[in-house]
């Protein structure tokens, strides 16, 4: 972006109204193998009306509404007690699709232009994100892991775990900035435990994020950048087409 001053938006209407939710979720929970796997399964399917929206303009946060947007998807998670004594597996997996159905009159990003979709109207920089998809909302969130426990003697216990999660991309700005988009990562953690039989006291060793990976769920444009946003002249400064 552009390091010149940005003009503020003297005309945008900073009003906004409760978001209203409509949908179902329908699902099953059953206990099989003879109560050693327990198994949970959802779909759902809801629409938003009026969505709350936090915005940044040059430092400064507001909320907006996008008038609708569609959120389906399906959640599956399974917890197994195995053969091996104080072996169990468990395991989760989300799919998740939220887009907005209508969202006219959204701000832009910082130096987008009109070949981007933006466009000035009112004097204000704005951009229609119908079909776009919602800010922070993965496709997919996947997990799985083990926790195993053995007894010590007579009188302790020896606990073990390890788990991996897993998120897909996503974008972290509410504009649609895809300079904002988080890409997929992955993270593991993991536990040694040592305590008393009864629960009574416990040491444990615990890691998270051993992969030692970094992530974000929300940004925003540098204040007071991109200026010319929605005008060719912004175009001309970045060498894209009008």
Not at 36 to 45: K, M, V, W
Request: hydrophobic share 35%; charged share 15%; net charge neutral.
């Amino acid at each position: 972006n552009s390091s010149s001053v940005n003009l503020s938006l003297p005309n945008l209407d900073l009003s906004y109204k409760p978001q209203t939710i409509s949908g179902f979720e329908a699902g099953i929970k059953a206990r099989l193998a003879d109560g050693a796997l327990r198994l949970n399964a959802a779909a759902y399917s809801y629409k938003i009306k009026d969505l709350q929206v936090i915005n940044f303009t040059n430092a400064t946060s507001t909320i907006r509404n996008a008038a609708a947007v569609k959120v389906e998807g399906f959640e599956v998670d399974f917890d197994y007690r195995t053969p091996l004594e104080g072996m169990s597996l468990y395991g989760a997996a989300a799919y998740n699709k939220a887009s907005y159905s209508s969202f006219p009159g959204a701000p832009c990003y910082n130096g987008q232009t009109p070949a981007m979709g933006c466009s000035i109207v009112g004097g204000n920089p704005i951009q229609d994100l119908a079909g776009s998809t919602v800010a922070r909302s993965p496709k997919w969130n996947l997990s799985g892991g083990f926790n195993f426990e053995t007894p010590i003697g007579t009188a302790m216990k020896l606990g073990l775990t390890g788990g991996v999660t897993h998120s897909s991309s996503y974008l972290t700005d509410t504009t649609g900035s895809p300079f904002g988009r988080q890409p997929a990562y992955t993270l593991l953690d993991g536990s040694v435990r040592l305590g008393a039989e009864d629960d009574r006291w416990q040491l444990a060793l615990i890691g998270r994020n051993l992969s030692n990976e970094y992530y974000y769920v929300a940004s925003a444009d540098v204040p007071f950048t991109g200026s010319g946003t929605g005008t060719a002249a912004c175009a001309e400064k970045i060498n894209l087409p009008s």
